[in-house]
């Protein structure tokens, strides 16, 4: 059997491609490899919107290549936001790669592996719409609804590495997602960029938001998607996000009372410069509409310190923001300029030590407001999906609730990843929860849902 061997780097969205690209190579008779060592194809999927995440992957190539220098029939390609946009000065500096691909030709793969068949043991090819190597078939799954972004953020590279926002047909969607739940998935994650700015063109030629969209999972999940448990979306743009979109969370059960909002600084002079179109009130304001709708939903947010110009007192903005919500999680970043953004040609005035320390300031700050979240949770009988084993401790599985927070909760023999049990929740830190089984058959007190 061929194996290959995908190292994945950056959000949601490349471990979506990872899977595409995956079920692509299945027809092609590829298996997932364990390790890269195992595996006749190696590729590097990567992502370039933060300057780490594209360093961490250039470093991994190199001992990627120290693999191929041992082995030479291994075959090693380089794809994702990096491939797209630095294709040919990947392939001068790195001679030892073999091919280099962007994020909008992963379905080209057969054909550019083709010159290198004669490597590989032969393989029969498959027709194969879920293939034994696409793992999350089992419980949770993702679904692309939009790509790329039309939004041009002044610090972003997405719109060069994933282009102009393109939103995929609501029977296209439906008909991926029903082919998930009929494999046994009971928990979907739509993605996009922007993916609240979706608006999709059905057969008749009328336009479908992601509210409407929603409401036909909601629909189906008593038809062509049973099995359908838990809905949830991200990333969205404050600025997209509307009225339906709030009432949503209390009007459609599958959807879990989960919101990932990214307000990025709570300076407007800084949102002005980072071209996000709102501002701190505006923004709060929806919080305060989205709670008005569902009181007890969690929260989260994506935040960067240290954007060329930010002062002392915009960040005092910032943890203004974040006191006022109370997030369950912040996700902060420290800013670095990315190539062909606006940002790009501004003085990066903010050191990295300033940076650093306003970083550890943020995660401190936040420390309150998430134990205070979680502490909520104590005494509630909340629904899980089990994950599987800790990774850190035998003893215990994890399990995640409808508001994305993990509970660990000792072993059981019985335990299978993806099943849907109760739990009490005993205690709590800023960032996790500790539970109890409740026994199979026992009813949940009313109400059980809500707090989960
Ligand atoms: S909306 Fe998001 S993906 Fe689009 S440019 Fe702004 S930060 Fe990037």
Redesign the pocket.
Known sequence: MRKVFIQTYGCQMNEYDTQQMLQVLATKGFERAESPDKAHLIVINSCSVREKSENKALSQLGRFAALKKQDPSKVLAFGGCVGQTEGSKLRSRYPFLDFVFGTNNYRDLPEMISEYENQWPSAEEEDVLLPRSRPEAQAQAFITITNG?D???SY?I??FTRGREYSRTPEDILKEAAALTQKGVQEIMLLG??VNSYWGKNKQGAFTSLYDLMVLFQEESEKSLKGLKRLRYTTS?PRDFDENLARAFSELPVLCEYLHLPFQSGSDSVLRKMRRFYTADTYLKKIEMVKRYRPDIALSTDIIVGFPGETRQDFEDTLRVIKEVEFDNIYAFKYSARPYTRSEAWVDDVSFDEKADRIQELIQFQRTFGAKKYKEDIGNMVEIMLEGPSKTNAEFWTGRTRKNRVVHLPTDAQFKVGELRYTKIFDATHSWLSGELIPSGIVPLQGARRSA
């Open positions: 972004c939004k041009f953020c972003c997405v719109p960029q922007n743009h």
